[in-house]
C-alpha cells in the first residue's frame, strides 16, 4: 500500500526511519496528513496524490539534490566541510597530495647535490654551477601564474595532473643530458612543470574544515620534509655507485605514481560552484559525507552570485581591496624561496670551502683549482640532519599558528632564522656550524609554511589559484637570485653572502607583522561579492 509510511513524531518532514521513536502514518488520517503539510483540499484521498505532495516536502538530503523551495534554510561549501568535518576523505587527500609535494621536494633538493657533482665531471665554473639551479626557478617563475590561471579555468585536478605528467617526463629526459647546454634546458623545462606544484594545496585547502586548515596545510609540508630527506638518503646510495644521471632518473619516477593516482582525486567542490555546476558540488560534498560517515547538512546549498569577479587575471589582485595584501605577500615570498633555498645550496658550499673556519681545515688555495672536492660520505650525513631540521620547523609552526595567529608566526618565525645564519658567520667548528644551520633552516621552513597556510586563506576561491601562483612566482625571483649569493658570492666573501641572508629577512620580518589582514578563525570566501541563493 502506498498511504502508509514512517513518520518522526516531532519532525515536520517525512523521514524513513528505525527504531522505537517512530509510528505508522495513514495518509487517510486527516490529522495525519495535516501532521505531514499536506492539504486535504476537497477532502479526497487520493493516495497518489497524496505521496507526490509528500515527496515535495522532503528535504534535499532525502531526494540527493539540491532543493529550489526558498523557504528552507540554506549552507555554503565551506559550512558544510564544516558540518561535514575532518575524516577519512581527508585522510586520503593529504596522503596524496602529500605524495606530490614529496616528489616535488626531491626533484627541488637534487639541486644542492646536483652542482657539486657536475663541478667535479663536467669541471664547471661558480656561475656554471649556479646557472643550473637559476634556470630551474626561471622555469618554475615564467609557469607559476599560467598554472594558477589553467587551474582557476579549467580545474585544480586537471592542472596537477599536467603539471606532474610534464615534470616527470623532462624529469627522466634530462638524466640523458649529454652536456651542459642541454642540461640547463631540460632542467628549465622541469622547473616550468615544477611552478605548477603549488596548486596541490591550493585544492587541499579547500576541503578542509576551517578548525583546522592551519594544522593541516602546516603538517602536509611534512611530505615536503621527507621528500627531501629521501632525496639525500637516495643520492647517498646512488651518487657513489651509479652516479648523477641515475640520480635523477630515480627522482622523477614518484610523480609517475601521483598521476596514476590521481584517478582517486576529486575536483575542488569550490571550484565548480563558482563555475556554475552546482549539482557537481553537490554531488562532490556527498562523496565527502559518505566516507567520513557523516550526514549532509539540511537545507539547500547556495553559490556566488553570476556577478563573481573574473578568474585568473592578475589585475584583480592589485585591486583596492587586495593591492597592499598581494605587494607583501609578494616580499614576503620572495624572501622565503631566497632565504629557504639560499640555506639548502650554502650547506653544501659551506662544506665544500676549505677555509678553516666554517667546520673545515685550511689547505693551500691553490690545491683548491687543480684538485676538485667534491661531496663525502661525511658531508652528505651532515646535508641529511640539516634536512631533518624541516621537522622540527612543521612542529613548531603547528604550535604556534593558531595561538599567535598567520602575521606573527610569519615574523617571529623569520626574525629567529636571522639571529641563526648570521651566527654561522662565526669561525667554528662543523658541529656547531651544522647545529647553526639546523635551527635556521627549521625556522626559514616554518616562516615559508606558515605563508602557504596563509595565502589561500586571504585570497577568495575565484582568484586563490592565480594568488596562490602570484606569490609562487615571486619566490621564484627570489629563488633566482639567491645561486649566486650561496654558490657565487659565497667562494669570494662568506661573510657579506651570509649577512645578505640575514638583513633580507628582518626586512620579511617588519613585513609580515604589517600585513593588514588576519586569517586566524577566517572563513574561506569564494567571491568578493555576497553569496545568493541557487534558483
Known amino acids: 500500500m502506498l498511504n502508509r ?38 477532502g479526497g484521498t487520493d493516495s497518489y496524490t497524496s505521496l ?28 558544510a566541510i564544516d558540518n561535514i568535518g575532518f575524516g577519512k576523505f581527508q585522510v586520503k587527500l593529504s596522503i596524496l597530495t ?5 616528489a616535488d621536494a626531491m626533484e627541488m633538493m637534487i639541486l644542492a647535490i646536483l652542482s657539486p657533482a657536475l663541478h667535479c665531471e663536467w669541471q664547471l665554473k661558480g656561475w656554471q654551477q649556479a646557472l643550473i639551479t637559476t634556470v630551474v626557478f626561471a622555469g618554475m617563475m615564467c609557469s607559476s601564474s599560467l598554472w594558477g590561471s589553467i587551474s582557476d579555468k579549467y580545474g585544480r585536478k586537471a592542472e596537477l595532473i599536467l603539471c606532474s605528467v610534464f615534470t616527470c617526463y623532462f624529469g627522466i629526459l634530462s638524466a640523458f643530458s649529454p652536456n651542459f647546454a642541454w642540461l640547463l634546458i631540460l632542467r628549465g623545462l622541469v622547473g616550468f612543470g615544477i611552478g605548477g606544484a603549488p596548486q596541490s594545496v591550493t585544492l587541499y585547502a579547500e576541503f578542509l574544515p576551517s578548525a583546522s586548515r592551519a594544522t593541516c596545510v602546516v603538517l602536509i609540508e611534512v611530505f615536503w620534509a621527507i621528500g627531501a630527506c629521501f632525496e639525500v638518503l637516495l643520492a647517498l646510495a646512488v651518487m657513489p655507485t651509479l652516479g648523477w644521471k641515475y640520480l635523477l632518473g630515480f627522482s622523477a619516477m614518484p610523480l609517475l605514481l601521483f598521476t596514476i593516482c590521481c584517478y582517486w582525486l576529486p575536483e575542488s567542490a569550490r571550484y565548480d560552484i563558482t563555475r556554475g555546476h552546482t549539482e557537481k558540488a553537490y554531488a562532490t560534498l556527498q562523496r565527502i559525507a559518505k566516507e567520513n560517515n557523516k550526514p549532509m547538512p539540511l537545507g ?23 593591492r597592499k595584501t598581494t605587494i607583501m605577500l609578494w616580499v614576503i615570498w620572495l624572501v622565503s624561496a631566497f632565504s629557504y633555498y639560499g640555506i639548502v645550496l650554502m650547506t653544501t658550499q659551506l662544506f665544500e670551502i676549505s677555509d678553516g673556519c666554517h667546520g ?16 663525502t660520505t661525511s658531508d652528505y650525513i651532515d646535508l641529511t640532519w640539516t634536512t631533518f ?7 613548531v609552526t603547528v604550535f604556534i599558528i593558531e595561538r599567535l595567529g598567520r602575521k606573527f608566526t610569519m615574523a617571529f618565525e623569520f626574525f629567529v632564522f636571522t639571529i641563526f645564519v648570521l651566527l654561522t658567520n662565526i669561525c667554528t667548528s662543523r658541529p656547531v656550524l651544522t647545529f647553526f644551520l639546523f635551527v635556521a633552516r627549521a625556522f626559514i621552513s616554518g616562516a615559508f609554511q606558515a605563508a602557504y597556510v596563509y595565502t589561500p586563506e586571504v585570497y577568495p576561491t575565484s582568484m586563490r589559484a592565480i594568488g596562490l601562483g602570484s606569490c609562487s612566482g615571486m619566490a621564484r625571483v627570489g629563488a633566482i637570485i639567491t645561486p649566486f649569493v650561496a654558490q657565487v658570492l659565497l667562494k669570494e666573501s662568506s661573510y657579506i653572502a651570509i649577512s645578505t641572508y640575514g638583513v633580507i629577512s628582518l626586512v620579511a620580518t617588519v613585513v609580515a607583522m604589517l600585513l593588514p589582514i588576519e586569517t586566524k578563525g577566517r572563513e574561506m570566501k569564494d567571491t568578493q561579492q555576497e553569496m545568493t541563493v541557487v534558483h
Not at 518532514?13 to 492539504?39: C, F, H, V, W
Open 389 to 395: 631540521a624541516e621537522f622540527p620547523g612543521l612542529f
Open 360 to 375: 673545515s681545515t685550511k689547505e693551500v688555495e691553490e690545491a683548491c683549482y687543480v684538485e676538485c672536492k667534491g661531496l
Open 98 to 102: 602529500g605524495f606530490a609535494w614529496m
Open 52 to 79: 507526490k505532495e509528500l515527496r515535495h516536502n522532503l528535504s534535499p538530503v532525502e531526494e540527493g539534490e539540491p532543493s529550489t523551495d526558498s523557504s528552507e534554510d540554506t549552507y555554503t561549501i565551506q559550512q
Open 5 to 42: 509510511f514512517k513518520y518522526k513524531k516531532g519532525s515536520d518532514n517525512y523521514e524513513d526511519i528505525s527504531g522505537e521513536d517512530k509510528m505508522d502514518m495513514d495518509l487517510t488520517d486527516p490529522a495525519m496528513r495535516r501532521a505531514a503539510g499536506i492539504q486535504d483540499g476537497t
Open 300 to 322: 539547500r546549498l547556495v553559490e556566488p552570485s553570476s556577478k563573481a569577479a573574473s578568474r585568473g587575471s592578475i589585475k584583480d589582485l592589485l585591486s583596492l581591496e587586495f
